[in-house]
Structures are given as C-alpha cells and as structure tokens.
C-alpha cells in the first residue's frame, strides 16, 4: 500500500467515519475510501453475533451505494401512499427503508424517486418491491429492492412511519445505520454503531494485509494457519 493509501486508511477511525457521515455532501467520497457490507456485516456479526443483512435488496443499478440512517416504514405491498408518507418525515441524508408484506406490487417507482431525491434522502431500500427502473436509472437515485415489477398498488396510507420493521432476519429500528453497495444491504443498530465501525477497520486493515501477502506468493492455507 502507498502512503496515500496509508493515509486514507488512518483516516478511517470510528470517530472521523461518523464525522464523515453525518456531512451529505461526503457521504459517497468516504465510500469510496474501502468500507463495504461485507466487511460490515462481518464486523456486527462478531460484535453481536447477527449478520444484519436484508435479505435478498439488491442495487437496481450496480454503481449504486447508501450509508446513512434509517427512516422506516411499515406498510403493504398494495399501500404505496404509506411510502410517500415516510419521504416527508425523512430528515435529509437519511435512508428510507419499506417493509412491506410481500414482493407484489411496487410500492416505489420514478416519482417517488424523484420526490425523495428532492427532499435530500440518500436512498431508497425496499423489502418488497419497486418499478420505473429505466427512470430511476436516469435519476441516478440509489434505490435497492428484493424485487421489480411493472404494476403498483393504491395511495391508502394505512401503514406506519418510524416504527421497528422486520426485514426477513433483520430488524431495523429509526435511526440505525444503513450500508448499501453491490453485495446487498446491512443494517447496524444504533447502540453498536462506534463498535461495529472500529471492527470493520480492523477487517479492512486485516484484509488489506492478506491481499498484500497473498500478491507476494503466500499460500491462503499458510496465512489461514490451515495448511496441514
């Protein structure tokens, strides 16, 4: 690694990460510094013991990448009016995470991505599904879903707006921390967060060390300690 390299790593404590985080406007260049969910959720896994993964969110579009806090909603796959709801309690720099009953129909699409964008949200997670891809696309707004269809359902607004929500194994609550990239979605509880990112420098560090001795000609067996 070179002293750059060196450099932004240093820059990667907990305390700055946050500092880093919590200003918008630097929230995809500190990105761009190495955290993934990978190595996020293999830190809250050994902090905790759970993975924090919503199963099955992917990007709609592979460069997509979210950190910031959650803003929940509860809601039915055919109660889109719920989710424009929970845009405009949404703080700027939040995330917007929808739980919804199932995957069928769309809850999120190109207007609502285009209202979130203009209320300064980061992105959009959906466990359910979303539609208007192209659109999306277009906008560059961050969204991930676990599934995309063409139909959507009606604006009843029957569902709930910062409440806990169940996303498959995962439980998100308002205010914890959500990681997005091309591997999925992870979710770190607020309580843990400082734990969780000093952990995952570690990781980074850690990782960062076997890639440099693996280039060198070591054997993964002789790093891991396994090779008998």
Same mark, same amino acid.
């Given at each position: ?5 060196? !450099?932004? %790593?240093?820059? !990667?404590?907990?305390?700055?990460? !946050? ?11 500190? !990105? ?5 969910? $990978? ?5 809250? %896994? ?7 993964? /919503? ?7 592979? $460069?997509?990448?979210?950190? @910031? ?11 889109? &009016?719920?989710?424009?709801? @929970? ?5 700027? @720099? ?10 069928? +129909?769309?809850?999120? @699409? ?17 466990? &359910?599904?979303? %539609? ?5 696309? =277009?906008?560059?707004? +961050? ?6 269809? +063409?139909?959507? &359902? ?5 569902? =709930?707006?910062?409440? +806990?929500?169940?996303?498959? %194994? ?6 914890? /921390? ?5 591997? &999925? ?13 000093? =952990? ?6 850690? =990782?960062?060390?076997?890639? $440099? ?7 993964? /067996? ?7």
């Amino acid at each position: 690694m070179d002293n750059k390299g060196e !450099l932004n %790593r240093e820059k !990667l404590s907990p305390a700055n990460f !946050l500092k880093q985080y919590s200003q918008g406007s630097n929230k995809q260049k500190s !990105l761009s510094l190495g955290i993934t969910t $990978s190595q996020l959720s293999d830190a809250l %896994r050994k902090v905790t013991g759970q993975n924090g993964v /919503l199963v099955g969110t992917k990007p709609v579009k592979n $460069s997509f990448k979210i950190f @910031g806090n959650a803003t929940t909603v509860k809601t039915s796959a055919n109660d889109w &009016g719920t989710v424009i709801n @929970g845009i405009y309690k949404s703080k700027k @720099g939040d995330v917007l995470v929808i739980s919804c009953d199932r995957d069928d +129909p769309a809850v999120w @699409g190109e207007m609502a991505s285009t209202a979130a964008k203009k209320q300064g949200i980061l992105g959009t997670v959906i466990y &359910g599904a979303c %539609r208007d891809i192209v659109g999306i696309k =277009e906008l560059d707004y +961050p969204v991930f879903s676990r599934a995309i269809v +063409p139909n959507a &359902g009606n604006p009843i607004g029957e569902g =709930e707006v910062n409440i +806990p929500v169940i996303c498959g %194994r995962t439980t998100v609550n308002p205010g914890d /921390l959500i990681m997005g990239d091309e591997c &999925g979605v992870v979710s770190i509880p607020v309580d843990v967060i400082d734990n969780v990112l000093e =952990e995952a420098n570690k990781i980074l560090y850690n =990782e960062d060390h076997i890639a $440099s001795q693996l280039n060198h000609g070591e054997s993964f /067996l002789d790093i891991l300690g396994n090779n008998k």
